[in-house]
């Protein structure tokens, strides 16, 4: 990003990514076996122009500009090329106790199709504002609104089996409040974060298994209020030996609020623990690396309506891990061995497909 005598700054870039899928379903009870394949690509170019006017004020405009198209084997496909453009205007203010972000972001994507008929031109403004103040020493208090607006992609719309052509836009929008704090004790390297947000979601863009794969589906409106703490911790035992700890506590509530006449209405909505946590702690030596990692999630509902009938029960899940480097020469090699699901339970993530119990993965990586 070259420099100029007036504070300007300016950044452009060019890309193209192609992806390629296929699914093959052989089974004697198709009279042709399941064939799908999908070609997806995407041209892209974005610029960056950025101003500082002085230490304090600094405005940033961002344009970038997307060409998607599909094809597929499948006599369904529409052949989309979506064409996207995202414009956003950012300023920030700094100082030494406060620092104030807005955005306005203008998105517009319009979309053709080879048969059938293309989903109408889409255009939102998503205004977005935050602020970071620094009450003492290093603990900050923040606050934000952010304007989301999601476009179902061509995976959501038109893989079969999976998209539904049916999906609207999702428009979310979020209030946000936490604090922060990071300081020493000792040798040791300490910080805190605890958020809480609220968030009204309308026509919310989720995934739901079926009896054999994930299918999209829009909830009208959804409700969501949830906290968010982590704690990490960096201690130097020696000057060889290494100690981290990272932990995280979430607690979510998100509540269909789409029909007031359903038996769902004002229910946790499906695969979204109320409570959910990690835990990794690390000692790295001159030696081996040695890892301990902990999953927990709470009760979760596989159906819309949260009854015991469709409960799946918490679970937690331990793993330990062993890892090294070793060098030869101009190569690098790592090795790490896994002991995972120390706790051997076979839980359910997605209702009726348990996890495999305890098990053991033996990784290799060259790097030349």
């Known amino acids: 990003m070259p420099d100029y005598s ?18 093959l379903d052989v089974s004697t009870f198709y009279a042709e076996p399941e ?14 122009g950025q ?3 002085g230490e304090a004020l600094r405005f940033v405009l961002a344009q970038d500009l997307f060409v998607n198209r599909l094809s597929s084997s499948i006599p369904e496909c529409p052949f989309p090329t979506r064409l996207s453009s995202i414009t956003s205007l950012n300023a920030q203010f700094r100082s030494d106790r406060l620092t104030v972000t807005a955005c306005l972001t203008a998105t517009a994507i319009t979309e053709s199709v080879e048969t059938g008929e293309a989903a109408p031109s889409r255009f939102r403004l998503s205004p977005n504002v935050s602020a970071s103040w620094r009450i003492a020493g290093q603990f900050r208090l923040r606050a934000s609104y952010k304007d989301g607006f999601r476009v179902p992609t061509f995976n959501d719309l038109y893989y079969q089996r999976v998209g539904n052509v049916g999906l609207v836009p999702e428009i979310a929008r979020q209030t946000g409040l936490g604090a922060t704090w990071s300081g020493t004790a000792g040798r040791a390297s300490l910080s805190f974060t605890a958020d809480g947000y609220w968030n009204s979601v309308k026509n919310k863009i989720v995934a739901v298994p079926t009896m054999f794969v994930w299918h999209m589906r829009n909830l009208g409106r959804v409700r969501m209020l949830g906290a968010d703490v982590s704690a990490n911790a960096f201690i130097p035992v020696n000057d060889r030996w290494t100690f981290r700890l990272n932990a995280g506590w979430s607690w979510l509530s998100a509540v269909d609020l789409s029909d007031p006449s359903a038996k769902n209405y004002g229910h946790q ?15 790295e030596t001159p030696w081996v690396n040695f890892s301990y990692t902990l999953v927990c999630s709470g009760r979760r509902w596989y159906l819309p309506q949260n009854v015991d009938a469709n ?4 679970y937690f899940d ?22 995972l699901n120390l706790g051997n339970v076979n839980y359910e993530v997605i209702h009726s497909y348990p996890m495999p119990g305890r098990n053991y993965r033996l990784t290799i990586t060259i790097s030349i």
């Open 318 to 339: 331990h793993s330990i891990s062993l890892n090294r480097d070793f060098r030869i020469r101009r190569t690098c090699l790592n090795a790490s061995f896994e002991a």
């Open 35 to 48: 064939d799908d394949r999908y070609l997806q690509q995407e041209w892209s170019a974005s610029f960056i």
């Open 311 to 314: 409960s799946l029960a918490p």
């Open 6 to 23: 007036n504070g300007l700054k300016i950044k452009s870039s060019v890309g193209y990514n192609l992806e390629w899928n296929r699914y």
């Open 269 to 283: 909505i499906q695969y979204t623990p109320k409570h959910s946590g990690n835990v990794l702690a690390s000692l």
């Open 51 to 53: 101003y500082c006017a």
